[in-house]
């Protein structure tokens, strides 16, 4: 455990665990990892708890939370009876719903239901849909199995901002806010929060949150066919003005460096909104490109970093890297527009939202 003062172990003792599960069940927050990013952790039976994640986050109380369940059985995955852990928190359990559970839990795949009677309202914002994973994180799972119940859980970062990936960007978030249990689990593996697929409208699977499983993935692995919620009319279901995913405001995951993209080989012209030649850029480029060839711009004062053109090792670093390059004081960033392609956007997503986002105010554009 490392309250305030830094750790760097990526294991934790069952001691440690323990205590945050007497934490938890004592009211209070723990910040643990999972295999996207970090969560703000609370007993999701617990309405007081509940509020002070929105509380330490400064985020709107109609938006929903995820809970998180443990796989309990963790050496035989498919003796796990999903059904009966489910009971509790949703109203009905689809056959498409067990594939898809079956397929991906444990994993980066979070489904919302229909809520069971008991799911307090405090966790959903009022809705009468509910937000449900398994995250496969060891210390997750552990932490999960002995707590024996769910566990509310928002990405560990302040409302609006990037998402933390590790124990240090979860402390250094709430530096001298919040004196905060955090569980060090080491660098977060997929690097984005995960795939969010809404099941409680019907018969259609529908996308709310690309990550890092992507719908060709669920198709071929479960024959579900799940769609982007343009495709689907389905009366008032989908339209409905609550921010069903506070994650699908214009403005989020941002940095307060002005953050912009690049088309393919038009840094120039990204260079050109920002006209002070005493600028200092930070320019990502693909590994798989030749330096940027910047001479006709020879005052600005830029820096390349190079990121990966593999989309997943690009997603396992992307909030590092807008983290690593916030803290380092450029006065713009660029980033190359993801290319075209399903496995791209869980971060093209992410990106065009930070961007968005992004600047010196940008804890206040996230109005709604
Ligand atoms: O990977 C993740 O999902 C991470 C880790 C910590 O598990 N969690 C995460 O939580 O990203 P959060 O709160 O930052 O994002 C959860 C998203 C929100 O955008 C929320 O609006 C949406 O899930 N959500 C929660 N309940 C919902 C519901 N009933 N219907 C639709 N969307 C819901
Ligand atoms: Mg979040």
């Known amino acids: 455990m490392s309250r305030g003062n830094s750790d760097s172990t990526s294991m934790q003792s069952s001691a440690v665990i323990n205590e945050a599960v007497q934490t938890l069940r004592d009211g209070g927050l723990v910040a643990f990892p999972t295999e996207t990013v970090y969560g703000l952790g609370a007993d ?7 509020k002070q994640i929105f509380i330490a986050k400064g985020r709107p109380s109609n938006h ?3 809970v998180h369940l443990a796989a309990p059985d963790k050496f035989d995955q498919t003796q796990i009876d999903w059904v009966a852990l489910l009971a509790p928190w949703v109203r009905d359990l689809s056959e498409e719903a067990l594939k898809l559970i079956n397929a991906f839990w444990p994993g980066p795949l979070t489904l919302v239901f229909k809520k069971g009677k008991s799911v307090l309202n405090e966790l959903t914002g009022g809705q009468d849909t509910v937000a449900i994973r398994a995250p496969s994180h060891p210390i997750a799972q552990e932490l999960l199995r002995k707590f024996k119940g769910g566990v509310v859980a928002p990405s560990a970062n302040r409302f609006g901002k990037v998402s933390p990936t590790s124990a240090a960007d979860v402390r250094h978030e709430f530096e001298g806010m919040l004196d905060l249990m955090v569980l060090d689990g080491g660098d977060c593996e997929v690097g984005i929060e995960s795939t969010i697929i809404d099941l409680s409208s019907g018969d259609k699977a529908i996308l709310l949150r690309p990550g890092s ?40 995951y941002a940095p307060t460096t002005p953050l912009r993209l690049y088309a393919p080989g038009r840094v120039l012209d990204a260079l050109s909104e920002f006209p002070d030649i005493k600028s200092r850029v930070a320019v990502a480029v693909w590994d798989s490109e030749s330096s940027l060839v910047l001479d006709d711009h020879p005052s600005t004062d830029v820096e390349e970093v190079i990121v990966s053109s593999d989309p997943t090792t690009f997603a396992s670093r992307l909030y590092r890297s807008l983290r690593d390059l916030d803290q ?21 997503d992410r990106l065009q939202r930070a961007c968005f986002g992004s600047g010196p105010s940008s804890s206040n554009h996230d109005n709604n």
């Open 44 to 50: 999701a039976k617990n309405p007081e708890a509940i």
């Open 213 to 252: 499983i992507t719908p060709s993935e669920i198709f071929a692995k479960t024959g579900v066919k799940v769609y982007q919620p343009g495709e689907v009319k389905s009366g008032n279901e989908v339209t409905v003005d609550l921010p069903r995913v506070s994650g699908s405001l214009k403005a989020h």
């Open 64 to 66: 929903p939370l995820i």
């Open 328 to 348: 380092q004081g450029w006065d713009l960033i660029l980033f190359p527009e993801p290319p075209a392609g399903e496995e791209w956007d869980g971060v093209r």
